[in-house]
C-alpha cells in the first residue's frame, strides 16, 4: 500500500508555533485515545511509501520537515517536496536567468543561477516580504522582456492561516498576465509537473497512489488529472461550498487520521 499526503500550508514564525500548541492542546484532551490514533498513524507511515507534496512556497524542504516533526510526524527532510527547488532546477536546466520574488528561506537553492538581465520572473513571496515595490518591480522586468516568462510557485487563490484565508500567489500572477500579456508556468500543484516530481519521488505508477489534501482543486483535482486518485479532508482551507466544484473526490474524510485510517483499513477500495 502506497500513500501521498499533502499538509497544510505553513506560515511562518508566531503563526506556526500556534498551529503547534493547538494540536498539542487537542492531543491533551484526547488523551489515550489520541495515543492510539498516532500509534497506528506512525504504523501505516514506517509501512509506506510516503511523501508530502507542499506548496509551501516559502520554506525549504528542511524548514517543513522540522515543522511536521513538532506535529509529531517522524519525516525527514528528503520526504518533503517543495517547488523552490524543483523551480531551480528547471531553472538551470533551461538556462532561464530569473529575476527572483521569492522569501529569504528558499535562496539557497538559487545558488549559481545568473540573474541578471532576467528573461523571467520567478514568484513565491506573498506574506511579510510582499509589498506594491516587489510587485511592481516585477511587473516592470516583465513587460520590458520580448517573450515575458512568470513562474509561479504554485497557482492557489488562497491559503490558509492560523489568523484566517489569506490571498495567495494564483490571484497576483493572474494580475501580472493581465498588465504584460506574459506566459505564465506554474510550478506547484496543481501543474501535472510538479505531481510528476511526486510520482518519481515514489517511483510509483500514478494508479498506484493516493494524494490526501485539503484543496479540491489544487491537491484532488491535480491528482485525479494525473491519473492518481484524490481524497479530501474536511480540514484546513476545506470550506462547504468545495462541494460545488467541478471536482468530485474519490473519497471524503473528516481528517487526516480518517483519511489514512480508511486506507489501513481498505486499502485502495476507496
Known sequence: MHLEEQKVRW????????????????????????????????????????KFLSNAKGNSNRNVARRLQRLGIDVREEDVITPAPVVAQYCRENELRPHLFVRDDVLEYFDGIETTSPNCVVMGEVEEGFSFDRINRAFRVLIDMPKPLLITMGNGKFFQRVDGPCIDVGAFAAALKFSTNCEVLNIGKPSRFYFEQGMNALGLKPEEIVMVGDDLM????????????????RTGKWRPDFEKMPVTPDLTADCLFDAVKHIADNGFRL
Open 218 to 233: 489544487s491537491d484532488v483535482g491535480g491528482a485525479q488529472a494525473c491519473g492518481m486518485r484524490g481524497i479530501q479532508v
Open 11 to 50: 506560515a511562518a514564525g508566531h503563526e506556526s508555533e500556534e498551529m503547534d500548541e493547538r494540536v498539542r492542546q487537542r492531543r491533551s484532551e484526547e488523551g489515550g485515545n489520541g495515543v492510539k490514533k498516532k500509534k497506528k498513524r506512525k504504523d501505516l507511515y514506517q509501512h509506506s511509501k510516503v
